[in-house]
């Protein structure tokens, strides 16, 4: 069997939902030897959310859960938390998106570990951060991404801002949490030091903001949301075929433009020396999305795709997942992976990015709460009798 990139590595995941477990599923898709804690009993409320199969299990969980070893620990007592301190002295990495101060006040934090295991990489997720003078707020998802500004771009002007429906500020600060701990086992193999990372759901998403923030310092401006366009990028828009269906074109290069205005008909613009550049396009965008939108409002969207993609023009559909699905290129492409669950064959996303020489892969879907704390906690040096008396007493 191939090996894999972080084959090796052994993360210790202790936080819930999912920003701390993205990045977890991330790290051991890639090989990574990813302990989830838990509490006893229900586990990860991820497990019961959403659509859930016969067994009252999330399908959700079968793919968030993949390729983690359960091991649970009741982090309320002090023989529980010893149980995840005595796994923290051998990992490479912890993940945790607890509010900022719970992991020190259980005596768990970066200082309390350091000393034994220095060449830890301690991974923190939260809303807003390890400092600052919000640092203790509660940051769930829906409140930081209107925090970083993301929410303010999102929907048409003068009404109310939209969310996508995604838990979109969890994912995106999760994937930057796995780069975070990359770097770190990077710079470790030099420092052979370990480090803290901190990631702040707001953060994440401001990090989309890259472009926002000069154009407001340089020239004060406050890009502000735009529907289906792109301020100051033209034509670049979602526009309505024959048959009810929308297709998106990003003609906004300027050969593009020529193509895509000779195609629907329109030399005029085509060949208009105003229009040439995107700067003077932007300036007629309402006179442009009118003549394209024109043209499609008679062509069915298939019409549409064929003409547009004969001149090389970008141009395509809006899928569902059911389109998804369905479609040759994801399924030439690996996007979806088959695993099995008590309730038969279950597909679950591929994850990226796609490596040649040591790509990842699911090895097996999110399985029972603590279904391997006894072999873990046994190699890691735990005896029988005490797994016995611990479950007993309801600390793991």
């Known amino acids: 069997m191939t090996t894999q990139a972080l084959q090796g590595v052994r993360v210790l995941e202790v936080g819930q939902l999912l920003a701390g477990p993205f990045a977890g599923t991330i790290l051991g898709y890639f090989g990574a030897d990813v302990i989830k804690i838990e509490p006893p009993g229900n586990g990860d409320p991820i497990r019961n959310w959403r659509l859930l199969d016969k067994d009252g299990t999330g399908y959700w969980w079968r793919s968030l859960g993949r390729n983690k070893k359960s091991v649970t620990a009741n982090l309320r007592t002090e023989q529980g938390r010893e149980v995840?301190?005595?796994?923290?002295?051998?990992?490479?990495?912890?993940?945790?998106?607890?509010?900022?101060?719970?992991?020190?006040?259980?005596?768990?934090?970066?200082?309390?570990?350091?000393?034994?295991?220095?060449?830890?990489?301690?991974?923190?997720?939260?809303?807003?951060?390890?400092?600052?003078?919000?640092?203790?707020?509660?940051?769930?998802?829906?409140?930081?991404?209107?925090?970083?500004?993301?929410?303010?771009l999102n929907g048409f002007p003068e009404d109310v801002p939209v969310r996508p429906n995604l838990s979109l500020g969890d994912s995106v600060a999760g994937v930057h949490a796995a780069l975070g701990i990359l770097l770190a086992l990077l710079a470790r193999k030099d420092s052979q030091q370990g480090q803290v990372i901190d990631v702040a759901l707001y953060e994440a998403m401001f990090n989309l903001m890259e472009g926002v923030v000069p154009e407001y310092d340089g020239a004060g401006a406050i890009r502000e949301p735009a529907g289906s366009t792109l301020t100051g990028i033209v034509p670049t828009n979602t526009y309505l075929c024959r048959d009810g269906k929308h297709v998106v074109i990003?003609?906004?290069?300027?050969?593009i433009y020529v193509r895509l205005m000779t195609a629907i008909g329109r030399e005029d613009l085509a060949n208009d020396p105003d229009l040439g550049s995107n700067a003077g396009r932007v300036e007629q965008q309402q006179l442009i999305d009118a003549a394209i939108g024109g043209w499609t409002s008679a062509h069915n969207s298939a019409e549409v795709i064929a003409i547009?993609?004969?001149?090389?023009?970008?141009?395509?559909?809006?899928?569902?997942?059911?389109?998804?699905?369905?479609?040759?290129?994801?399924?030439?492409?690996?996007?979806?992976e088959e695993v099995d669950t008590p309730n038969g064959k279950l597909k679950v996303p591929a994850i990226l990015p796609k490596l040649s020489l040591t790509p990842g892969r699911t090895t097996w879907a999110g399985g029972a709460v603590g279904s391997h704390t006894d072999e873990v906690l046994l190699s890691a040096g735990f005896d029988?009798?005490?797994?016995?008396?611990?479950?007993?007493?309801?600390?793991?």
């Open 308 to 336: 547009l993609e004969g001149v090389d023009v970008p141009v395509g559909p809006i899928y569902s997942i059911a389109d998804a699905f369905d479609d040759p290129h994801y399924q030439a492409r690996g996007m979806f």
């Open 84 to 152: 995840l301190r005595r796994l923290m002295l051998t990992a490479d990495v912890v993940i945790e998106n607890f509010k900022p101060g719970t992991m020190e006040k259980w005596g768990l934090g970066p200082e309390d570990i350091k000393p034994h295991n220095p060449q830890l990489i301690y991974t923190r997720i939260s809303g807003y951060g390890q400092s600052g003078p919000y640092s203790s707020k509660p940051g769930y998802a829906s409140v930081t991404e209107a925090f970083s500004g993301f929410r303010f």
């Open 384 to 396: 029988k009798e005490t797994l016995a008396a611990l479950r007993d007493r309801g600390d793991i």
């Open 250 to 255: 990003g003609g906004n290069g300027d050969s």
